[in-house]
């Protein structure tokens, strides 16, 4: 079975400081990746993926995420936060039905 | 393609009324999923489709709740006899089977019962 967990609910930070937003996984087949963002009353954008290859992946707005399949997480980082990037996280795991399952979510607060 | 759309945005219903909502997915997709998020929670899996058949219901909360996919293009969520716990977020999202692609979602609607 597939599930994923995001530890931190909250996570506050200030403008221009770096984050990480925490993602664990299990899973017991082919591990297919995501995060996604949600501003308040939308639904959810991708913002990057993991399907294979480079364990290294980056978004076009400055976040990367790294599989780390001994630690079985895919963690969320990005170097240098704007007040744009208000919003919640989302972890998602895919399985071979293509079936996704989520995380509870990190919303992130960026201040001024 | 615009993408994938909800119907309504919004809907404010009194508990024990019937309510349904519309999805139309991105027009190539054959998957199409549908999602509950409640405050402060990650989107949670109710059913999905391929093209018309509908491959899991288990996951649909009661048997006040159904969902169909008539021609393998729209689909619809029933909830009968709304109750107050039924208020909530309810996503849905299409995406490719067998492809490299993530689920691409609505914007969702939003439920209140009162």
């Known amino acids: 079975a597939q599930s994923v967990t995001q530890l931190d609910s909250q996570v506050p930070v200030f403008e221009e400081a770096p984050v990480e937003l925490r993602c664990n996984y299990s899973?017991?087949?082919?591990?297919?990746l995501f995060w996604y963002v949600q501003y308040p009353n939308q639904g959810l954008q991708l913002l990057l993926k993991y399907l294979s290859g480079s364990t290294l992946v980056e978004s076009i707005n400055g976040f990367e995420a790294e599989f780390n399949k001994s630690q079985t997480s895919f963690h969320l980082r990005k170097p240098s936060v704007h007040i744009s990037d208000t919003a919640e996280y989302f972890c998602a795991v895919r399985d071979n039905f293509n079936k996704f399952y989520f995380g509870s979510g990190t919303k992130l607060n960026v201040k001024p | 393609d615009t993408g994938v759309s909800q119907d309504p945005r919004h809907k404010i219903t009194k508990r024990g009324q019937n309510v349904t909502f519309r999805c139309d997915p991105i027009?190539?997709?054959?998957?199409l999923y549908w999602y509950r998020q409640t405050l402060g929670q990650g989107p949670e899996f109710l059913t999905y489709f391929q093209n018309e058949a509908q491959l899991e219901k288990s996951r649909l909360l009661s048997d006040r709740f159904s969902a169909e996919r008539p021609k393998g293009s729209f689909s619809t969520l029933e909830i009968q006899r709304t109750e107050q716990g039924d208020s909530a977020m309810y996503l849905c999202?299409?995406?490719?089977?067998?492809?490299?692609?993530?689920?691409?979602f609505g914007q969702g609607t939003r439920l209140t019962v009162v």
């Open positions: 899973s017991s087949v082919s591990v297919y």
């Open positions: 999202a299409s995406g490719i089977w067998g492809g490299n692609t993530e689920a691409f």
């Open positions: 027009s190539e997709h054959n998957r």
